[in-house]
């Protein structure tokens, strides 16, 4: 069983601790829905797990499918079945798309794919992301607008298959019609077995592939874990009622009142900033 279990997970950035004791489990083929006011550290546990070098591991433990992940360089986490699709992915200039692909394919197959069975796969996901095939002649990310960009990490998952995966703020820069392309494309991966960790901004996306499981972090904590009813209502009230009803204290907030704050993005700038 492909089975993610973080125990008493700390990590920061240059001394800044922004997890501070995270319980997750996600069994093989869950979908959870990781929701959160601005600040409190959803996209620094998504990079931790991905082995992002930025983020300092203070203390707890990280395994998939029984392996210390933290243990593990970033490919071999990968070669595990990791897959994190990121908030701002980068422009890799002098790489092309297809061969950045073909390489991530490659990598974590015994037999590797001839020329034909690479094209065959790849025109079959670019067309199912919404994206023109000729893109795989760029470089990678080069030149590409936001919604290119997001909608190039969902290709990316569609190849590699893997048993996890991470999704930071995926439908954002998206129009409708090309969230609608990533849901039914996380629904098909979804039903293959793949097991996903979603942070988004917007109930929408979360309407769309359905997740069986949401959990919201305050302060680097899991405050509270239940099911998809926890999206509607925070889109509907904001964080405020963890207050009152849950006595969640909100030590990190933005500047909003919290039954005006979005589903969330994370801290990791704010502490390289050393705000």
Known sequence: ??????????????????????????????????????????????????????????????????????????DERSRLGIFLGMQNPVEVPGVPSSDFLKAAMNARREKKLSLFQFIRKAEAAYKEVGI???????????????????????????????????????????????????????????????????????????????????AIMVNGRIVLEGGPDLIDRIDKEGYEWLRKEHGVSLEKIVDAPMNEVSIGVCATKEALDGK
Do not use: W
């Open 1 to 74: 069983m492909a089975r993610l279990e973080i125990k008493g997970l700390s990590a920061g950035v240059r001394g800044k601790r922004i997890l501070r004791g995270v319980d997750l489990v996600l069994e093989e083929g869950d979908s959870l829905a990781l929701l959160g006011p601005n600040g409190h550290g959803k996209s620094t546990l998504l990079g931790c797990i991905m082995g992002n070098p930025a983020f300092e591991i203070y203390e707890g433990s990280v395994t998939y499918g029984g392996k210390d992940v933290l243990s593990l360089p970033v």
């Open 132 to 214: 023109p095939f000729e893109m795989a002649q760029r470089n990678l990310n080069e030149g590409f607008s936001g919604g290119e960009r997001k909608k190039n990490e969902i290709l990316q998952m569609r190849l590699l298959e893997p048993g996890l995966a991470m999704l930071d703020e995926i439908d954002s820069g998206l129009d409708v019609d090309a969230i609608e392309k990533v849901a039914e494309t996380i629904l098909k991966e979804k039903d293959r077995g793949t097991s996903f960790l979603v942070i988004s901004h917007y109930a929408r996306l979360f309407r769309l592939i359905r997740p069986n499981r949401s």
